[in-house]
């Protein structure tokens, strides 16, 4: 097996954490279970997906609040939260306020745009300012600046028996340099780049120059780094999903088989208008896996990942992925657990 000249220095997973609307406290209670599993296993990272209106994680915010209370060292992420939704002085508060629970282990993503199906849920969330709303990179700016400790008011000082700050309280040192920006194009890359931000990059990209979805991928790590301050010290982390099957039963085989299979033809070429191309799921050995990683272009340029994990499947599989990630595909790749 061919050694990529850097060994893979952070491994994460991230869940989308699905529940039973009829019993949605058992599904947050899963993903809580599988963020303390991957701790004992020595993840370094965990992330979580954000879903509105359905039945997925709508507050990842919370929900890793609580996690910070149940783990003491892995890391913990959002990948991503659509800043379409959210107002950036108050997501800045919650944010600072989960970093300092957690010790300092906070690492949001965040991403622009208008939100899905905003026709539809506009009248909700934005009464009279729907249309005017700004859905640009402006969004995240505001959102950096008050995690940085801008000032978010021109008023401050003593009012009586009240103490007043001119910005975000509690100021959560650090946490700006652990903001990430998930981009899947090559001007996404290059403004997080300029901005200061991480990158993560996506599973899903736009076939921009190629159709072929590691060079895409490869050119946005290059692009962000070209315009990032640290240069080729900047942090990039891989997205993929990555399904080993070490320890995996025959029917978790079969039924990974047949997920990798029915999401496979929309791997072949652009989807849609915006040509967006999606990345084929990884299923196999470790060994296997490994072995196609290597020759991943983009892979061999980055030495962090968030493996992600299946939408659909059950707890039981979580647990079975997880473990042959940390003892089997980790190690491949050049990972070792931390002391």
Known sequence: MPLTSEPLRKLGFLTIGLFDEADPRRGHESTLEIIELGEQLGFDSAWVRHR????GISSPVAVLAAASQRTT?????TAVIPLGWENPLRLAEDLATVDILSGGRLNPGVSVGPPMHYDHVKHALYPGTADSEDFSYDRVERLLDFVRGKPATDFSGVEGFEVFSDSVQPHAPGLGRRMWYGGGSLRSAQWAGEHGMNLLTSSVV???ESEDFAEIQLSHVRAFRAHHPDGDR???????VVIPTDSASPEQRAKY????EKRTPRTTAPQGPARMMFAPDLVGTSAEIAERLYSHAAF??????AFALPFTFAHEDYVQILTD???KLGPALGWRRAA
């Open 52 to 55: 509105h209106l359905q039945y």
């Open 73 to 77: 060292r892995i890391e913990l992420g």
């Open 206 to 208: 736009k076939a921009e």
């Open 234 to 240: 900047a942090r990039v982390s891989q997205g993929l």
């Open 257 to 260: 088989g047949a997920y990798a």
């Open 300 to 305: 061999r340029e980055i030495d962090e990942v």
């Open 325 to 327: 990630i940390a003892t």
